[in-house]
């Protein structure tokens, strides 16, 4: 067998028995159509899983590869086999091909020519193999309507009937949601991106012999070598800057212990210098915690501590029992030993909001910020272009030494606050349901009395939650920006990141991002410069003390009557609104304390109608608005879009909801043992739902937006 490098390789040569060539190389969209290619799903492949992060992730970096108008856009890599039949297998690479039909499918009314992508003969170009039901789907979706509401999902009760076309109905939905959401956007073109789809996306492919044994092909794939990633290159390549060996040492550790994302720092440091809790907190006292409790990790020096443990032997968990076991003196229970050593940390398992490459672009925004006045190229949080970003500081600049150095310092610094001050994905043990939250770090002493009467002195630590109300505040802000922004990018970490520098306390912390939202969200974006976030982010660092100047006026957009062309975003905010006035609205609309103290913020992307907008039959007896009401309606919208009377939700509820008349959709809305919408909630506090309603539930909110708005200008 030999391999043969060749991007024009005739694919009717290579689906012949009798090839032996490895071939490789790589294919457009509309080369696909071109070379007459069909793709089978051989009966091995798990069927399709993605979900939201991971469509979502790919139809953002689509976009903006569009919008930077790439010439050629690599997708990333598929591989391709002969089966006997002389037709292509798909054996990897399935999950994000099949998102990109099912992406192609959607778009194909903004370009017609995409229906030959998706579609040879009448029949999807992406066959199931055995998976009769998915195959129905892909061709005829309308077949399904006895199991599917006119959006596309799926009916109460017919799961168990089509259990494998789930996943493909619910990824169409987020597909038409977010692509729904592009258009929001006036600048977004979706005959432009139709295009670019068909014309510039780019996979790699790599094709394997009819006779190869798939079995050890998958093999080798799950056990070859991972790849340098990106990271691992830069810190190598900024690294050969310092000369010291013990300073390579020091700053290459830290770099290692910022890297892993997924745990604390605190625990990352511990175990990657090999060092024990006593060691790290030597100098613990009450001057290190804050008036809650809780430690201030910033108050260590890193660099004297990391100098010390190169200087000493390190001991690790195993050597320290010995010598445990070797002093007679200590009291040492066997049973125990393993529980003290497990018991000395504790944390929930956790999961970061951002990639460590993220992380290290928004550090090299925050560098950028404070280091250069001349900016010609403003740093975008790219983790795939990762290296090329660090090309965009002035040349040369991370050749020397101290300049290396300071950005690593300015990581490790960074990412101390932002484990302190940042919200997380938090889970707890045993359970697979995620919420964000800020976990604060709590250090203890406790101490071991010896036979002899001496006193060890122990030092434990834990992450645990802030209870504090301005912390519950600042971690729904968070978690709306988050959900409100593009999840790959979170340009809002720059200047908040660039803030915990010179700042801790929660209530100042809140107070600018609450103004720094504010600002992104009012600002006038008439300039070509603070035309996209990356930029508008980066601007707002040194425009802190314009903020106030450029909000507009609450009423006249809240009754532009724009129905589900309303950004999400709005809604977002007016759940960190209505959620930060929660106390007033409890007793003024009579609402669950309880359920309302344990909201918490999560995706949605779906606008709906409450009162809805297309009344089945039975229930046209259900008046929205009187006669006298529709002759004195004298807006140019349709007053079923009407602010008031709309509510962002998950794909999941929007599916329950569909066409049902209001009691019936406050019916399940009350059964639900927790609220997943605060406007929704003040809605459904009403018996009944009507024009009248609707107009003074919007006169609240704009009250609520309004007086918000004023609170923290006035400050």
């Not at 990633?229 to 040492?249: A, G, I």
């Not at 029992?321 to 956790?350: G, Q």
């Not at 912390?471 to 988050?482: F, R, S």
Request: negative net charge; aromatic residues 12%.
């Amino acid at each position: 067998m030999h391999t043969l490098i060749d991007k024009e390789t005739d694919f009717e040569k290579l689906v012949d028995p009798k090839n032996i060539s490895i071939a490789s190389g790589s294919i457009s969209l509309l080369e696909v159509i071109e070379k007459n290619i069909t793709l089978n799903i051989p009966i091995y492949q798990r069927l399709y899983v993605w979900k939201q992060p991971q469509i979502v992730t790919l139809l953002e970096d689509l976009k903006n590869a569009f919008e930077k108008e790439n010439e050629r856009y690599f997708l990333g890599g598929v591989m391709l086999s002969a089966n006997k039949e002389g037709n292509i297998d798909l054996i990897d690479g399935q999950q994000r091909f099949t998102t990109l039909w099912l992406l192609c499918d959607c778009l194909v009314s903004f370009n017609p020519s995409l229906k030959d992508f998706t579609h040879k003969d009448e029949r999807p170009r992406i066959y199931f193999s055995i998976r009769e039901k998915a195959q129905e789907y892909l061709q005829d979706i309308d077949s399904f309507s006895e199991y599917l509401n006119h959006r596309g999902e799926v009916l109460k009760g017919a799961a168990t009937e089509i259990n494998e076309i789930i996943p493909l109905a619910k990824a169409r939905i987020l597909i038409k949601q977010q692509l729904k959401s592009f258009r929001k956007d006036g600048n977004f073109d979706p005959i432009g991106f139709s295009d670019f789809i068909l014309k510039k996306i780019v996979l790699t492919t790599t094709f394997m012999p009819a006779e190869s044994d798939m079995n050890r092909v998958f093999e080798a794939m799950n056990n070859r070598g991972k790849q340098l990633l990106h990271h691992e290159l830069l810190k190598s390549k900024l690294l050969k800057s310092l000369t010291n060996k013990s300073e390579k040492t020091i700053y290459s550790t830290i770099w290692d212990a910022c890297s892993q994302m997924d745990s604390y720092i605190e625990k990352n440091i511990k175990e990657v210098a090999g060092l024990t809790w006593k060691k790290i907190f030597l100098q613990f006292d009450d001057s290190n915690n804050f008036s809650s409790g809780t430690y201030d990790l910033s108050t260590i020096d890193i660099f004297e501590l990391l100098n010390d443990a190169l200087s000493t032997e390190n001991l690790t968990k195993k050597s320290l029992i010995r010598l445990l076991e070797e002093d007679d003196d200590v009291e040492i229970n066997d049973d125990n030993k393993d529980i003290v050593e497990e018991n000395d940390y504790s944390s929930k398992s956790v999961r970061s909001i951002i990639s460590f490459p993220s992380f290290l672009l928004h550090t090299l925004r925050v560098y950028q910020a404070q280091n250069f006045s001349d900016i010609d190229t403003i740093i975008e949080v790219n983790d795939k272009r990762l290296l090329q970003q660090f090309d965009f500081i002035e040349d040369n600049h991370f050749d020397d030494g101290a300049n290396v150095k300071a950005f690593i310092e300015l990581l490790w610094n960074l990412r101390v606050r932002f484990d302190r001050n940042v919200i997380k994905w938090i889970s707890e043990s045993g359970s697979k349901d995620e919420y964000h939250s800020i976990e604060y770090l709590q250090v203890s002493k406790s101490t071991v009395k010896n036979k002899n009467g001496t006193i060890n002195e122990n030092i434990s630590a834990q992450r645990a939650k802030d209870n504090n109300e301005t912390v519950a505040d600042l971690m729904t802000l968070q978690g709306m920006l988050y959900h409100s922004q593009e999840l790959t990018t979170q340009y809002w970490l720059t200047p908040f990141l660039l803030y915990l520098l010179g700042e801790n306390l929660p209530e100042t912390l809140l107070l600018k991002l609450e103004k720094l939202d504010n600002h992104l969200f009012f600002k006038e974006k008439h300039s070509e410069e603070d035309k996209l976030l990356k930029d508008r982010t980066f601007n707002a660092i040194f425009k802190e003390n314009e903020f106030d100047n450029h909000l507009k006026n609450a009423e006249e957009y809240f009754n532009k009557g724009w129905g589900v062309d309303y950004p999400n975003y709005i809604f977002y905010k007016l759940e960190y609104i209505l959620w930060k006035n929660r106390n007033n609205l409890i007793r003024d609309f009579k609402l669950d304390q309880e359920k309302w103290d344990n909201y918490r913020l999560t995706a949605k992307s779906s606008v709906e109608h409450i009162f809805p907008r297309n009344t089945k039959e039975e229930n046209l007896h259900i008046l929205y608005m009187s006669e006298e009401e529709k002759e004195n309606f004298d807006k140019e919208y349709n007053p079923l879009d009407d602010f008031g009377n709309l509510v962002l939700l998950s794909p999941g509820m929007n599916s329950e909801y569909s066409n049902k008349p209001y009691k019936e959709k406050k019916g399940q809305f009350d059964s639900k043992s927790h609220i997943d919408s605060l406007k929704s909630s003040v809605i459904f506090s009403h018996s009944d739902w009507n024009w009248q309603l609707v107009n003074e539930h919007k006169e609240r909110m704009i009250e609520e937006v309004k007086n918000y708005l004023i609170q923290i200008t006035s400050v």
